[in-house]
């Protein structure tokens, strides 16, 4: 299968990078979003993120005006006729993304593959809600993309080979690396990534250390590049809380409870940075923790 045109459904943070990847690859995309207002904040993004790539010598200024170029977005689902993959890239809700590929099906190709940017969420439960289980498959892409290198890619239970194949492909021309994960709750990354997050916020819970100490302690201590509750704030804790969710309902074991602390910032809509708040308050020119 020779994919030219990718559709992406969802212009935030990850729609956006997944958006800005294929563009500056050579692809022509097709961005979709609820209203033009966001639509017009993901394309100034995209641009603001290519020119530094281009500051920075890792792109041409020629390359970084054809790649916008490429990028056509709108909020009907008709952009999508001609495309042939779609990724959606909606909030981490099953019952958001099933919504999304019921609306999506009717406007695609007969051919057309769908992918799904799911950290955590069955492929196989998404694929079955579409009418193509064969050319469904799980592709989880890093935040931010542009600058991570990983791709997890996920069959489902009825994903084609010929679906796989075509889809790595596509991953290996954007540059990335791929890993190949079951379809099990929150595939690999975020089976290993999220408890330890969810472990750090019960640290804090505890009283065990404070926000500074313990994100000090896994720089320090573990060679992290980030504390783990500063990058729990830079993924979103609704994001977090969702993936627990998944992981705790998916495979029964109380090791995967959500902390009550994640729970009680989520309900107060402290989610971090997106927000301005959530262990780190980002009011000022330096976050400062919250607990």
Known sequence: MDLRTIGVIGAGQMGGGIA??????????????????????????????????????KVGDSDVSAAL?????????????????????????ESIKREILKALVPHLSADAL??????SISITRLAAVTDRPG?????????????MQLVELIRGIATEQDTFEAVEALALALGKTVSV??????????RILMPMINEAIYTLYEGVGSVRSIDTALKLGANHPMGPLQLADFIG??????VMHVLYDGLADSKYRPCPLLVKYVEAGWLGRKTGRGFYDYSGDEPVPTR
């Open 135 to 147: 050319r469904f498959i799980g592709m989880h892409f890093m935040n931010p993309v542009p600058a």
């Open 181 to 190: 994960a079951e379809d099990f709750p929150a595939f690999i990354v975020n």
């Open 69 to 93: 170029a490429r990028i056509s977005s709108s909020t009907d689902y008709s952009i999508f006729g001609d495309c042939d993959l779609v990724v959606e890239a909606a909030t981490e809700d």
């Open 237 to 242: 804790l609704d994001t977090c809380l969702a």
């Open 114 to 119: 769908i992918a799904t940017n799911t950290s």
């Open 20 to 57: 800005h990847v294929c563009a500056l690859s050579g692809f022509d995309v097709r961005l979709l979003d609820l209203d033009d207002s966001r639509l017009a904040e993901a394309k100034e993004k995209i641009e603001r993120d290519m020119h530094r790539q281009a500051s920075r010598g």
